[in-house]
């Protein structure tokens, strides 16, 4: 059975700095997803990768995916306040259809 | 274009009692996925229909059923209520469109049980 683990679980950064979240998965997974969720909102998706190498890009926001070593990253550049959210990874391993969220990262960017 | 709806949105019940969600997919969609959000944790998948059958089934006991209609909405179905079951209720659809099958979530249904 899948499991995913995203780090860290908080992250506190000053607004204009760089930084990364890591999400490792354990088993395969031929494609992962990216999720934003705001206070007392639902998930919006991101972004959705689908091969070993993909990198996409939205805004200030950078996912990449390695499925070697089981793992993806949210890159954030120039953090803004409006970043300021929960961000959960995903996958479905090899059940079709499943997915199994990572425990979720609350990002705070403040002035 | 309508995004994925449910209702409703608040909901308050104790223990013992029986709750009916429901779910009406994104335009296009066929597939139905619902999954329960405690507070502070990712969602966990409950079931998924399509073409009206349940496909898969996540880690929950039969207290939890569902339904899919021929116009792809769910429902989904919760006996016998425990206070554990307090939680946010997300439905998402999706279509598989080449190699994707991204899922759109709902606005969720808190449902509070006392």
């Known amino acids: 059975e899948l499991k995913v683990e995203q780090n860290p679980l908080f992250l506190s950064m000053q607004e204009g700095k760089n930084y990364t979240i890591y999400c490792n998965y354990s088993?395969?997974?031929?494609?992962l997803y990216w999720y934003r969720q705001d206070p007392g909102k639902s998930l919006e998706s991101l972004f959705v990768l689908l091969s070993n190498g993909a990198v996409k890009q939205e805004g200030r926001l950078m996912a990449s995916l390695d499925t070697k070593a089981r793992l993806s990253t949210l890159h954030i550049t120039a953090a803004v306040h409006d970043l300021s959210a929960t961000y959960f990874c995903?996958?479905?391993?090899?059940?079709?259809?499943?997915?199994?969220f990572g425990q979720g990262t609350i990002l705070t960017v403040h002035p | 274009d309508a995004g994925v709806t449910q209702s409703p949105t608040h909901l308050i019940k104790t223990r013992g009692q029986q709750v009916t969600l429901r779910c009406s997919p994104k335009?296009?969609?066929?597939?139905v996925s619902w999954y329960q959000q405690a507070l502070g944790q990712g969602p966990q998948f409950i079931f998924q229909?399509?073409?009206?059958?349940?496909?898969q089934r996540g880690n929950f006991p039969d207290r939890f059923s569902g339904h899919q209609f021929p116009n792809y909405s769910s429902e989904l179905n919760v006996n016998a209520l425990l206070l554990g079951d307090s939680a946010l209720y997300l439905c998402?659809?999706?279509?598989?469109?080449?190699?994707?099958?991204?899922?759109?979530f709902g606005p969720g249904t808190r449902l509070t049980v006392l």
């Open positions: 335009s296009g969609h066929d597939t």
């Open positions: 998402a659809s999706s279509v598989i469109q080449g190699s994707t099958d991204t899922q759109y």
């Open positions: 229909y399509y073409e009206e059958e349940e496909r």
């Open positions: 088993t395969t997974s031929d494609r």
């Open positions: 995903a996958g479905p391993g090899t059940s079709y259809g499943k997915l199994t």
